[in-house]
């Protein structure tokens, strides 16, 4: 018997909801116990992670960030007289010019780096591609944790965090702390002086700095600016457990 619309919309459900099924991190408190529950966006976790993407991210982020302003002087801008230093014949030493050659100390250098523009062009859909990519694939890896939002009204006290790291045995990892938006808050004066954690606004987040992050802690508010942002999208998708 071929099945009918109505049953064909309920298995397309149904299917949907088997594959946003398991799309939940815990969250932690600052006290290290799991209070519950975040539920995740498929359309930035469950991608399809694509390795030649992610390595051509990598290759041009690294590319971009390169100042390129070493420069070096070649025999004519090296200071210094023009006269040849000694006569053509008669000395029994080598021929040479002035000093400024690059054979004598203080000369001028030879094929040395000059100033140059290192940038290279990855477009933005490429770029947020590569950002799900690597989001969806440290999720498999199990390597995203939510915290608490009650992190963000805690004592400055790098001693917290420590602990908090230790207790949900994270101290001895890297880990990227992804806020709401970077603002003078106690989290920032408390985690910043630890040497194994980096902080970045969910806005702000990118590929590389997650493939660097041994794990990427989010806190619960970043979640809805970090949907909002990429997706375009407002809507809540915090679900805790009671």
Same mark, same amino acid.
């Given at each position: 018997m071929p099945r009918t619309k109505k049953a064909i919309k309920a298995v397309k459900k149904t299917e949907t909801k088997k594959s946003s099924a398991g799309l939940t991190i815990p969250v932690y408190d600052l006290n290290g116990k799991e209070k519950g529950t975040v539920e995740l966006a498929k359309e930035i976790f469950a991608v399809e992670s694509s390795p030649k993407l992610l390595a051509q991210y990598v290759r041009v982020y690294l590319a971009n960030r390169r100042q390129g302003t070493a420069s070096t002087k070649t025999r004519s801008e090296v200071t210094g007289s023009t006269r040849k230093i000694y006569k053509q014949k008669g000395t029994g030493r080598a021929r040479h010019g002035d000093i400024k050659a690059p054979?004598?100390?203080g000369g001028g250098t030879v094929g040395g780096p000059k100033p140059q523009d290192y940038s290279l062009k990855f477009n933005k859909k490429q770029t947020k591609i590569a950002l799900f990519s690597a989001l969806s694939l440290k999720f498999k890896e199990q390597g995203i944790l939510g915290l608490s939002n009650? !992190?963000?009204k805690m004592e400055a006290?790098? =001693?917290l965090i420590a602990n908090l790291l230790k207790l949900i045995g994270l101290e001895k990892k890297r880990v990227l702390f992804v806020l709401p938006k970077i603002q003078k808050s106690n989290l920032i004066?408390?985690?910043?002086?630890l040497p194994n954690i980096s902080l970045i606004d969910a806005t702000s987040i990118n590929a590389y700095e997650i493939l660097k992050s041994g794990k990427v802690a989010v806190i619960e508010e970043a979640?809805?600016?970090?949907?909002?942002?990429? !997706?375009?999208?407002?809507?809540?998708?915090? =679900?805790?457990?009671?």
């Open positions: 054979i004598f100390v009650e !992190l963000m006290k790098t =001693k004066l408390a985690a910043r002086n979640f809805p600016v970090l949907e909002k942002h990429f !997706l375009g999208k407002n809507k809540l998708i915090n =679900k805790h457990e009671n």
